[in-house]
């Protein structure tokens, strides 16, 4: 449950990885939920870093005032030392220099009364015009920024925690997801779509 009033935090600009801010995934989650980690060199991150470790202090001192407590138990913050996956060695190695920041927000909010609303981040291009709906969706790669909102949380069996709510996307250059599977193979001359390559009559296939 939120703890406080939410208050909001731009990010510095970074790269998006595995991004799923145009279309909320709904693999796990039914009411789909709108997520990316944003990938930022250590050094920008750390100003932000500062920032947000000062947000969730204060809102860690409320919660424990509210349970009446000194402490409490904390979960994990989100972010952490980004990592890519190897896959010779099947495996996830450090990606140095680089801090990994968890955004996600959920599509569908119902509460406990019953009432429920949509929700999805407000998306702009680098002059801030709005990008429409049917625009192409924001690929991996993708240097973008995100204004987000602190939510503050606390559960007897997780603890207190933040979660970093996207709220609103700023694409700075824009890297659209292709959806390509990668087989191994590298392109060369030849047949295309929409083309054809003609074989001689004495070709027997």
């Not at 402490?71 to 190695?93: C, I």
């Not at 925690?161 to 709220?167: K, S, V």
Request: charged letters at 25%; one cysteine or more.
């Amino acid at each position: 449950m939120s703890t406080t009033k939410s208050p909001k935090i731009v990010s510095p600009k970074g790269i998006a990885v595995w991004p799923k801010l145009n279309e909320p995934d709904r693999k796990f989650q039914p009411e789909g939920v709108y997520s990316t980690k944003l990938r930022i060199s250590v050094d920008e991150a750390q100003s932000f870093i500062d920032k947000l470790n000062a947000m969730h202090a204060e809102a860690y001192r409320h919660e424990c005032v509210k349970q009446g407590r000194k402490s409490l138990k904390q979960a994990p913050m989100p972010w952490a030392t980004a990592t890519d996956w190897d896959s010779e060695n099947e495996t996830r190695v450090d990606v140095d220099g680089f801090i990994d920041f968890k955004f996600s927000m959920k599509a569908k909010v119902t509460t406990k009364a019953g009432k429920s609303w949509e929700q999805r981040p407000a998306i702009f291009d680098a002059q801030l015009s709005p990008m429409p709906a049917d625009s192409d969706h924001i690929g991996g790669g993708s240097v973008i920024r995100i204004s987000a909102e602190l939510y503050a949380w606390y559960s007897a069996s997780l603890g207190f925690g933040i979660t970093l709510r996207p709220r609103a996307v700023q694409v700075l250059e824009l890297k659209v997801y292709a959806g390509k599977a990668d087989h191994g193979f590298d392109a060369e001359d030849g047949f295309t779509v929409g083309g054809s390559q003609h074989f001689g009559d004495d070709q027997d296939f």
